[in-house]
Nanobody
Framework: QVQLVESGGGLVQPGGTLRLSCVTSGIIFRLTPMGWYRQAPGKQRDLVASVTPDGTTNYADSMKERFAISRDNTKNTVYLQMNSLKPEDTAVYYC?????????WGQGTQVTVSS
C-alpha cells in the first residue's frame, strides 16, 4: 500500500520560513521522480517543485528564488524548504510523484502566511 504523508505546515508571518517533509512508503522511492504541489482555495492544484531520482531540481518560475526541494533516498523522504514566504503562498501543500499519480494524493499540509 502506497502512503505519502506530508508534515511541517503551519501559520507563519510574511517573510518567514517553513520546511515541509513527505515520508513515503510502498514505492521504489530511489527510482521515482517526486514533486511538491499546492492548491489554494478556489484554485487548481499546481506543481511547485520537482526532483528527479538523481537530485536534479526544477521549479515553477515564481518559486525558484525562494523554495528548495530535496530528497533523502535513505529515508524515502522529500523535503521543501520555503523561505521568504508571502501571503500568496497560502495553500495546502501535497507531495506526489512527478507526474502525479491519482491514487497517491495524501491529506496535504496546510501552510498559512499571515500577519
Amino acid at each position: 500500500q502506497v502512503q505519502l504523508v506530508e508534515s511541517g505546515g503551519g501559520l507563519v508571518q510574511p517573510g518567514g520560513t517553513l520546511r515541509l517533509s513527505c515520508v513515503t512508503s510502498g514505492i521504489i522511492f530511489r527510482l521515482t521522480p517526486m514533486g511538491w504541489y499546492r492548491q489554494a482555495p478556489g484554485k487548481q492544484r499546481d506543481l511547485v517543485a520537482s526532483v528527479t531520482p538523481d537530485g536534479t531540481t526544477n521549479y515553477a518560475d515564481s518559486m525558484k528564488e525562494r523554495f528548495a526541494i530535496s530528497r533523502d533516498n535513505t529515508k524515502n523522504t522529500v523535503y521543501l524548504q520555503m523561505n521568504s514566504l508571502k501571503p500568496e503562498d497560502t495553500a495546502v501543500y501535497y507531495c506526489n510523484t512527478n507526474p502525479w499519480t491519482l491514487d497517491y494524493w495524501g491529506q496535504g499540509t496546510q501552510v498559512t502566511v499571515s500577519s
